[in-house]
């Protein structure tokens, strides 16, 4: 069974950065593409970004250029570095693992972002 551990979240100040981590224990293989959805207050959760084994990347239009997606294969882990965060970013944010071919998805158990103006 494969478990998304995700750490990193907290209260910032608009302007600020934050750095969420996430850590897959087994089961990932390159066909998984991983990644961040949000959910800000209210029922709907809204990809943020996400990436592949091979590092092709798709971000949201609300955060390209401001978040930054990245992964590490051998470790299992994706990780989102947030810069210049504003208070319409805060939302629990979860991490994602979905296979490319599969009807397998995983999702983390979420972590709260709260950007204070």
């Known amino acids: 069974q494969v478990q998304l551990v995700e750490s990193g979240g907290g209260l910032v100040q608009a302007g600020g950065s934050l750095r969420l981590s996430c850590v897959a224990s087994g089961g990932i293989d390159s066909n998984y593409v991983m990644g961040w959805y949000r959910r800000p207050p209210g029922p709907q959760r809204e990809l943020v970004a996400e990436?592949?084994?091979?590092?092709?990347?798709n971000y949201a239009a609300s955060v390209d250029g401001r978040f930054t997606i990245s992964r590490d294969n051998a470790k299992n882990a994706v990780y989102l570095q947030m810069n210049s965060l504003k208070p319409d970013d805060t939302a629990v944010y979860y991490c994602l693992a979905d296979h490319l071919y599969l009807a397998r998805q995983y999702w983390g158990q979420g972590t709260q972002v709260t950007v204070s103006s």
């Open positions: 990436i592949t084994s091979g590092g092709n990347t």
